[in-house]
């Protein structure tokens, strides 16, 4: 990597790491209440509550209008051009998103009744309007994200992520353990979300306070907003349009598929699936900023080898977890939940499918396209995964219920996806490394099903069968790598200096790094 992409990409790594032990902590805390209330609602009570939550969230999908994306795409930006500017990038984005957050959470109180009686289940009318609230924290826990995010500040993002999870355990698992059962749940997760959100609000204080001061000494609000609207608006289109197609897709669901024991096991599933974000969800949080930096006029050859190794390097680690969730669903699930939620591995498995598609750049493509200030082309693509996703995913649930749903999600956003990679080669010449990408799938993909085969003839119990995998997937893998020649000795130099900025992750990476050198030197040398 040239020095400037070897700074950038130790930068990325350092918040990408801040992020995700904020992910995997504060996702540890939530598992127990999730496990409890899963247990003690079971599967019918759960899909319920999942079917509340989905009214007040299409409604929250035209609370941004870009305003988010634009803080984080300005405030990285003018971090390294004019650190005055921020100021009025944070302030005017906190006021615009409060001023939404609220009108909306009143306008779904009131449709709470309208929104009921088209889920064809009008008796959860209290439930919908306890969760309107999640609309107006909402505003306020992706408000302070966006301020992280854009000056690189993703341990606060983590400190509220863990805020957050601590308050609803405890909130969720008390409120249902004293009876209040559905209405309990979903009044811990509104009012858990509202205090991460207030606490987000004191951290962003902290970086908000010693930022200087624009010369005049003032904020500008309006000339802000507008700029955040004119950088923003196309992306809040392409936002609010896939968040609807998301929640329609929730819609058609509880309309189709009246057993609510399936709908809990496909939620399930989707939690379950955050497995994979842990690594996913530091990727493309960081990329956005990074990209952001850059002007493909001026900086072409590093944001080339910025775009090429953040798809590889992404690709190798998301894409192994996620064959490995694939492989070990079923233990997985079985292990804490026996058969009491019996299709939710089936639906975990093919859910996680679209996390391979990274390896095509999938968790990239998108955020070089805004980075770069093409907002509006990626606005034509939401449109068009959207004309797809529409009528595909209307006609797969009315016919296949939850299975529908998930063919529909894996197949709608692919041509999209394709163009998007069309684009970035003919604008900015830049492409994803195939060989590379054929590499690492090709390891994921024969590890995931020898993995499989192994565990599908123990007779051990699921915890067993879990251990026994996860280890066998590890060793066959780092094997398949090293044969491939997935990883080369150009990586591992690139490596061993990202991950001098892990933290504690630092001795562990740089022991892994060191034996696999060894290994490759013994195999080659055969």
Same mark, same amino acid.
């Given at each position: 990597?040239?020095?400037?992409?070897?700074?950038?990409?130790?930068?990325?790594?350092?918040?990408?790491f801040?992020?995700?032990?904020?992910?995997?902590?504060?996702?540890?805390?939530?598992?127990?209440?999730?496990?409890?209330?899963?247990?003690?609602?079971?599967?019918?009570?759960?899909?319920?509550?999942?079917?509340?939550? %989905?009214?007040?969230? $299409?409604?929250?999908t035209?609370?941004?209008?870009?305003?988010?994306?634009?803080?984080?795409?300005?405030? #990285?930006?003018?971090?390294?051009?004019?650190?005055t500017?921020?100021?009025?990038?944070?302030?005017?984005?906190?006021?615009?998103? !409060?001023?939404?957050?609220?009108?909306?959470?009143?306008?779904?109180?009131?449709?709470?009744? /309208?929104? @009921?009686?088209?889920?064809?289940?009008?008796?959860?009318?209290?439930?919908?309007?306890?969760?309107?609230?999640?609309?107006? #924290?909402?505003?306020?826990?992706?408000?302070?994200?966006?301020?992280?995010?854009?000056?690189?500040?993703?341990?606060?993002?983590? *400190?509220?992520?863990?805020? &957050?999870? %601590?308050?609803?355990?405890?909130?969720?698992?008390?409120? =249902?353990?004293?009876?209040?059962?559905?209405?309990?749940?979903?009044?811990?997760?509104? !009012?858990?979300? !509202?205090?991460?959100?207030?606490?987000g609000?004191?951290?962003?204080?902290?970086? *908000?306070?010693?930022?200087?001061?624009?010369?005049?000494?003032?904020?500008?609000?309006?000339?802000?907003i507008?700029?955040?609207?004119?950088?923003g608006?196309?992306?809040?289109?392409? +936002?609010?349009?896939?968040?609807?197609?998301?929640?329609?897709?929730?819609?058609?669901? #509880?309309?189709?598929?009246?057993?609510?024991?399936?709908?809990?096991?496909?939620?399930?599933? =989707?939690?379950?699936? =955050?497995? %994979?974000?842990?690594?996913?969800t530091?990727?493309?949080?960081? !990329?956005?900023?990074?990209?952001?930096?850059?002007?493909?006029?001026?900086d072409?050859?590093?944001?080339?080898?910025?775009f &090429?190794?953040?798809?590889?390097?992404?690709?190798?680690?998301?894409?192994?977890?996620?064959?490995? =969730?694939?492989?070990?669903?079923?233990?997985?699930?079985?292990?804490?939940?026996?058969?009491?939620?019996?299709?939710?591995?089936?639906?975990?498995?093919?859910?996680?499918?679209?996390?391979?598609?990274?390896?095509?750049?999938?968790?990239?493509?998108?955020?070089?396209?805004?980075?770069q200030g093409?907002?509006?082309?990626?606005?034509k693509?939401?449109?068009?995964?959207?004309?797809?996703?529409?009528?595909?995913?209307?006609?797969?649930?009315?016919? /296949?219920?939850?299975?529908? $749903?998930?063919?529909?999600?894996?197949?709608?956003?692919?041509?999209?996806?394709?163009?998007?990679?069309?684009?970035?080669?003919? &604008?900015?010449?830049?492409?994803?490394?195939?060989?590379?990408?054929?590499?690492?799938?090709?390891s994921?993909?024969?590890?995931?099903? $020898?993995?499989y @085969?192994?565990?599908?003839?123990?007779? /051990?119990?699921?915890?067993?069968?879990?251990?026994?995998?996860?280890?066998?997937?590890?060793?066959?893998?780092?094997? @398949?790598?090293?044969? +491939?020649?997935?990883?080369?000795?150009?990586?591992?130099?690139?490596?061993?200096?990202?991950?001098n900025?892990?933290?504690p992750?630092?001795?562990?990476?740089? /022991?892994?790094?060191n034996i696999?050198?060894?290994?490759?030197?013994?195999?080659?040398?055969?």
């Amino acid at each position: 990597m040239t020095n400037k992409a070897a700074e950038m990409a130790k930068v990325s790594a350092r918040g990408g790491f801040n992020l995700l032990w904020g992910l995997v902590a504060s996702t540890i805390i939530s598992a127990g209440g999730t496990i409890a209330i899963t247990y003690i609602l079971g599967a019918d009570k759960y899909g319920l509550y999942s079917i509340a939550l %989905i009214g007040p969230t $299409l409604i929250a999908t035209f609370r941004d209008w870009g305003v988010n994306s634009a803080m984080v795409k300005y405030s #990285a930006q003018y971090n390294v051009e004019d650190k005055t500017k921020i100021r009025s990038i944070f302030f005017s984005g906190l006021v615009f998103e !409060l001023i939404l957050g609220v009108s909306l959470t009143i306008l779904s109180f009131v449709l709470s009744p /309208f929104i @009921a009686t088209s889920l064809h289940r009008p008796t959860i009318v209290p439930l919908i309007q306890i969760a309107s609230l999640i609309i107006l #924290a909402g505003a306020l826990v992706n408000t302070v994200t966006a301020a992280f995010t854009g000056v690189e500040k993703m341990h606060l993002y983590s *400190y509220m992520l863990i805020i &957050q999870s %601590i308050v609803k355990t405890a909130l969720v698992v008390a409120l =249902v353990l004293l009876g209040f059962g559905t209405i309990g749940a979903v009044t811990g997760y509104s !009012l858990a979300t !509202l205090i991460a959100g207030l606490a987000g609000i004191l951290l962003m204080w902290t970086i *908000y306070r010693p930022l200087p001061k624009p010369i005049d000494g003032k904020l500008k609000i309006m000339a802000s907003i507008k700029t955040m609207f004119n950088y923003g608006l196309p992306v809040s289109i392409s +936002t609010i349009i896939t968040g609807f197609l998301t929640v329609f897709y929730g819609y058609i669901l #509880a309309i189709y598929v009246t057993n609510n024991a399936i709908i809990g096991n496909y939620n399930l599933a =989707v939690v379950f699936s =955050v497995l %994979i974000t842990f690594f996913a969800t530091p990727v493309t949080t960081m !990329l956005f900023p990074a990209f952001s930096k850059l002007d493909y006029r001026k900086d072409k050859e590093t944001l080339k080898n910025v775009f &090429q190794y953040s798809v590889k390097y992404a690709s190798l680690i998301v894409v192994p977890v996620t064959a490995l =969730v694939i492989a070990l669903a079923q233990p997985g699930i079985g292990t804490i939940y026996q058969n009491r939620f019996a299709d939710a591995p089936l639906f975990l498995a093919l859910l996680s499918i679209s996390y391979l598609y990274a390896a095509f750049g999938s968790l990239s493509v998108s955020n070089l396209i805004n980075g770069q200030g093409y907002t509006g082309f990626n606005m034509k693509l939401s449109v068009l995964s959207v004309v797809i996703g529409f009528p595909l995913g209307f006609l797969m649930v009315s016919h /296949f219920g939850v299975i529908g $749903l998930i063919v529909t999600s894996l197949t709608y956003s692919l041509p999209s996806l394709f163009i998007g990679l069309r684009f970035i080669k003919n &604008q900015f010449g830049v492409s994803v490394d195939w060989s590379s990408s054929v590499k690492i799938l090709f390891s994921s993909i024969i590890t995931a099903v $020898l993995t499989y @085969a192994l565990i599908s003839t123990l007779a /051990f119990s699921n915890p067993v069968r879990l251990v026994i995998g996860v280890i066998a997937f590890v060793v066959i893998f780092i094997a @398949a790598t090293i044969v +491939t020649r997935t990883i080369n000795r150009f990586d591992l130099n690139n490596l061993q200096e990202i991950v001098n900025v892990l933290g504690p992750l630092r001795k562990p990476m740089r /022991f892994l790094l060191n034996i696999l050198e060894k290994l490759m030197t013994l195999l080659h040398a055969n």
